[in-house]
């Protein structure tokens, strides 16, 4: 079976399943405390940081564990191991994202909150997937991706990422579909 570069993102979806009860019942609020206001907008917290990369890691144990798993990986992420892949991806959860919300509050758009246009549409892509760019460098200590590997799982990314944020929307999970 061929390995494809978009298997290696997988675990990040332990970070989303990990963060979503804490959101939904706000829980550890001491932690819900902005990583920095300013900068990123009080939506990336020190407690989203904890459990998005501790979720990502406990995910990439446990996938690692499945042979079915292990053989859509690249090889150099089988070498390195479980614990190295899910804790950079988990940084590249965590990190890849504030680059965004950065030049988000930057250009004036409120934490949660869309804007029209093309420099709209082109922040709404990014933010599917933000965290792939981030993980390109992160991750080049183990895996070093190619162009074309980071295009595609980007395109896989985003596509997930829009599909469940849809599908949440639709289950009144989310205040919108994107």
Do not use: C
């Not at 501790?54 to 089988?78: D, V």
């Not at 940084?91 to 934490?111: D, F, T």
Request: charged content about 15%.
């Amino acid at each position: 079976m061929s390995t494809r570069p978009g298997w290696a993102f997988l675990p990040a979806i332990g970070g989303a399943l990990a963060h979503a009860p804490f959101l939904r019942y706000d829980l550890a609020p001491a932690l819900r405390r902005p990583l920095s206001e300013p900068l990123f907008g009080a939506n990336k917290t020190v407690r989203g940081a904890l459990l998005m990369s501790a979720g990502t890691l406990a995910a990439a144990i446990g996938l690692h564990r499945l042979p079915a798993y292990r053989r859509r990986l690249p090889p150099e992420l089988l070498e390195a191991g479980p614990v190295s892949h899910g804790a950079l991806l988990g940084a590249a959860v965590v990190l890849g994202e504030l680059p965004n919300s950065a030049l988000k509050r930057r250009v004036g758009i409120a934490p949660g909150q869309r804007t029209s246009g093309p420099v709209g549409a082109a922040l709404a892509v990014h933010d599917q997937a933000d965290f792939v760019l981030g993980a390109w460098p992160l991750l080049a200590p183990i895996w070093r991706m190619k162009p074309r590997e980071v295009a595609e799982a980007f395109a896989l990314v985003a596509g997930a990422h829009t599909a469940i944020s849809a599908a949440g929307y639709a289950l009144g999970a989310r205040t919108s579909p994107l």
